[in-house]
């Protein structure tokens, strides 16, 4: 006779009428087959690709509560025009949260030695208290690992080491990034120091960029200071970088950056040539922080602006480098991997209006991490 | 004892104050030595690719003519921004006129066998009455073809080959194109049609597109009606066009045909997917018709925008593939890759401010070709 682990997840609704809905509904978890595992969610991060999914694009001045205290329901409004873009997913109500980690609590008869240990997993609906995966679907944590140090023990790690394995496969030898104080952008400096790869660090104050001469970094520009132009020209030049990560995707952020790299390709010029010169020149954009549009003043011919996704990135990369990923994040979780959270909040703070203002605001250093067992 | 062959050059300075000035230039050319042709240049187009050299981005309005008749000046003025950019050439006459087709009038004693015949050449520095240049850097023409044939017998082919050869290479099946009633958008076109490959065709007004529909083109969009982004939608649908040759720049036109594509690709998509579809979506943009900043409008990320240039393209590409575009391009130089021009105009003509005014414009068939020997 099943038995079944009572618990709740959190869904996203978008009406017809352009409402957003974000609600806890109650689940009941069966129990595992053959090589399933159940896991008890007690860390999962609020990532930016995480609030695409979890709030669109609300208007974040319109969040409000429905319901009863026990079953409420955070409301929000979408801009009028959001709605055409999201068609496919109007009244669906969409489990989310993209990755976590936790305890393993019940297990299938052939992996029953997952019994009791902490796995990590991007699984999807990692906003409940319990999920049922495949056991095959997870990655075992260091025994002496938390679950709020594997709780992003995926998506941001295989991303920076995807952005310098990116840099290899394409011919760089330095790489420029934007938003490098996130957790992400950590990770990024402090594979880059491993390795010996230059690294162009932007930030957007001067409290980012001292946290950054912290850790080690060389070369960080602050974007908000009047001389930025010249200070990115500088570190461009110094490290020789000719691709970029840029988290923010709308403005001119792209745009200056390319802009700095040609600026510094130019001067190897010896004569004038009115298509610029035959560097190239690459951003890949991989967030959105500012929806906005992309703006680019174009100067030649010899540069690329593309999306760069993960799942795009895991499906073109070799497998073995993929695999030699995969270990050394095991191997540096607690160290190059280490991920910093402003706060812990439950599944019901979610649903509160004022946190929620804060989680949607995306500032570095206010990452929020869920934790469902509270 | 040496005899030379006197004419004029036209030459573009930019004066440190921000002033463009053209001027017809008197030359003496030395008897070509071993390998060495001097053609008599009889047809050069001016090419959008030529105008940025000839009159960069001169305030059109300001066109004046100083000195006397039989030495006048074009002078106009530049943007006050635009210094920076254009460092490089401040002080400097340059030669201009990318490239052009005339008569061998004298030849170096190894290569006696070209005298009189008619030849095409990427030279540079064709505005020219006379032209030295390796008889290797020369294509014979047919004996059939008159110079202007032969005047657009490199550029616009082997860039609209390039297209074709580029959509091959990246592994797509078929093209959008913008500004697709010029010469080489009536080319492109061409070789679609002879090659079988499916093409969406831009353009800005009813005439234009009567002149495709006119050679055979099934998919024509006019930008200049309201229904302009359906249209594009079912276009692409109808062809599955996934990549784009944008001759524009500025703008919204390169995110306008993204969006059409990926509206195309999110109607396989079975469930909402936040990144959007996973269909590579590509626009090169080869030209500049409009100067300012490429606005991108980002869905997902599956999507770039790269400059594209014929240089780069002839770097990258087979070497036997662009063998093939060459005895192509003389195969079918007066069907496939005929050209036609709205005014023959002299070198001195090319000084006229009226006559500067109208080339500046880069209006669909009002192209002109300079004929230096009139």
Redesign the interface.
Known sequence: MADTLDGYELRSLITAEGQLRISREPIAVDDPGPGEVIVRVEAAPINP?DL??LVDRAIAGTFRTEGTADNSVLVADLPADRLP??A??VG?A?AVGNEGAGTVVKAGPDVQHLLGRKVAAVGGGMYATYRKLPAAATTLLPEDASAADGASAVVNPRTALGFVETMRMEGHSAIVHTAAASNLGQMLLRICLADGVPLVNIVRSEAQAALLRGIGATHVVDSSTPDFRDRLIDAIAATGATIAFDAI??GTMA?QILDAMEVVA?RS?E?????GS?VMKQVY??G?LDPG?????????????????L??FLQKANPETLQSHARRVQDELKTTFASRFGATISLSDVLNPQIARAYERKGTGAKYLIDPSL
């Open positions: 690709s695409g999914l873009a999201v496919l997913r669906k969409l995707g709308g745009s130019a010029l004569s004038f040539n009115r298509y035959n954009i991989y959105t549009p992309t703006i680019i003043e174009r100067t030649g011919y010899a540069w690329k602006v593309d999306g760069w996704l799942t795009h």
